[in-house]
Every structure is written in C-alpha cells, then in structure tokens.
C-alpha cells in the first residue's frame, strides 16, 4: 500500500513562509510526478504546483514567484516552499503522487493522496 505523509503545516503571519514536505512511501516502482493542491472552506480544491520526474514544473498564477516545488527522489519526497505568504493561502494543503506501484506480480499506474495539512495564515 502506497502513503504520503505530509508534514510542515501551521499557523504563520502574513509574509512569513512555511515549508511543507511529503514523503511517498510503499510499493512504489516510480514516482511520474508529485504535486501539491490546496482546499480553503467553501472552495474548490485546486492545483497548487506540480513536478514531474524530468524536473519541469507548473504553478496556479496565485501563486508564481511565491511558491516553489521541489523533489529529492532518492527520498520519494516532494517539498513545497511557501514565501511571502497571504491570508487567501490559508488551506489545508493535500500532497498528490501519480506513481508506478509495482504488486509483486505487475506494474500499475495510482494516484496518491495525502491526508492534508493545514496551512493557516494570519495576523
């Protein structure tokens, strides 16, 4: 069974940052891409930032020149640096993986979930 365990949520001021780590764990064969999306109450959960395995990356406009994804893949994990930090980023936070697993009998594509982590930004 595949797990990502997120870490690194909290309480911050606005324009302070916070870095939130995930670490896939399991059966994983590969990692394609992992990413970050975020939930606020009432809303729609949305894309935050990708990475794929080739190092390219994708942001929502919200939040370009703020945020940054990263990976180490010798670890399965994948990091989220959030900088300059606003009030609308307050979410719970939701770490995705779409991986390889590989059964023991054969290799199948997932998509991986989080449990979430709460990001609350405020004065």
């Known amino acids: 069974q595949v797990q990502l365990v997120e870490s690194g949520g909290g309480l911050v001021q606005p324009g302070g940052s916070l870095r939130l780590s995930c670490a896939a764990s399991g059966s994983i064969f590969s990692i394609n891409s992992m990413g970050w999306y975020r939930q606020a109450p009432g809303k729609q959960r949305e894309l935050v930032a990708v990475i794929t395995s080739g190092g390219s990356t994708n942001y929502a406009d919200s939040v370009k020149g703020r945020f940054i994804i990263s990976r180490d893949n010798a670890k399965n994990t994948v990091y989220l640096q959030m900088n300059s930090l606003k009030p609308e980023d307050t979410a719970d936070y939701y770490c995705?993986?779409?991986?390889?697993?590989?059964?023991?009998?054969?290799?199948?594509?997932?998509?991986?979930w989080g449990q979430g982590t709460q990001v609350t930004v405020s004065s």
């Open positions: 995705n993986a779409h991986l390889i697993v590989d059964s023991g009998r054969y290799y199948y594509g997932h998509d991986s």
